[in-house]
């Protein structure tokens, strides 16, 4: 996966004011908490590659 499959999910999946996950509830009707595994994986990526970038692994 991508970063734009990174970012996609993010778009989707927000904090609704009701505290659960408004991309799961849209997507597939389960009333998830936020933040869900599919934001938790997203943040996880993108946080992997500014650090390789950071410290020169990838550009």
Known sequence: MSND???QILVVHLLAN???CTGCR?????LTPYPCWQV???TSRQARSMTA???GGRT
């Open 5 to 7: 499959a990174e970012r």
């Open 18 to 20: 009701d505290g659960l």
């Open 53 to 55: 970038a950071l410290l």
């Open 26 to 30: 849209a997507w597939w009707s389960r």
């Open 40 to 42: 938790d994986w997203a």
